[in-house]
């Protein structure tokens, strides 16, 4: 009896973060309000306060669930070792995708971690940190040139996801894997058509 109640107040819980990450991103932290979340999750307000303070702590939760999970995400997409050079391109895109494919498979929390929330500045600074601890391992292994700065290519990479988020990706407009495709052919061979590299 008392594990059914601790899975029902679980459930609860779970219904009413899920309402709330709704209720910010799309109306912002201030506009929100306790009523309109639980109405949204079909709970009352004394259900609310049983398990959140206020609507501060909710949106806390949630900000750094965003990162918890953000954090994971970076720390596992380094390369193990002995990739071999003609698989690097196809594992580049795959580290960028799986990016994508997170944030898009996660709207609500992304709009909150990346736009909304005043700590959204330290958490791309943060990520930008991870992505260039990553590719500082994996340029030291010989996969990327050793004269460009792994700290400006990944300030690069996250202001080119970013924008690509907010624009293409969360609207859906356009997909994960073609967003992958098209940032990694741009970082990796640039711009220029073939005719124009022999210059």
């Known amino acids: 009896m008392a594990r059914e109640k601790g899975l029902k107040g679980m459930e609860s819980r779970e219904r009413l973060l ?11 932290f201030h506009e929100t309000k306790v009523s309109t979340i639980v109405k949204r999750a079909g709970l009352t307000q004394p259900a609310f306060y049983l398990y959140f303070p206020s609507k501060e702590a909710v949106f806390d939760e949630l900000v ?9 995400l970076i720390g596992s997409s380094r390369f193990e070792a002995q990739v071999e050079a003609q698989d690097v391109p196809k594992r580049v895109r795959m580290a960028v995708e799986t990016f994508f494919r997170f944030l898009e498979a996660t709207p609500h929390l992304t709009r ?10 330290e958490i791309k600074k943060e990520l930008i940190a991870l992505i260039a601890f990553n590719l500082s391992a994996e340029q030291q292994a010989g996969y990327f040139r050793s004269d460009l ?7 690069c990479l996250v202001g080119i996801v970013e924008r ?5 990706l969360l609207p859906g407009i356009k997909s994960p894997e073609s967003l ?6 741009l970082l990796l061979y640039g711009m220029l058509s073939m005719k124009h590299t022999s210059a």
């Open 18 to 28: 899920a309402a709330a990450a709704e209720e910010f991103a799309n109306r912002g």
């Open 64 to 72: 750094n669930a965003f990162r918890t999970r953000l954090h994971a």
């Open 112 to 121: 909150i971690g990346l736009f909304l929330a005043p700590k959204a500045e």
């Open 149 to 155: 700065s792994m700290k400006t290519v990944a300030e």
């Open 164 to 168: 690509l988020t907010l624009s293409q």
């Open 180 to 185: 992958a495709s098209q940032v990694v052919d």
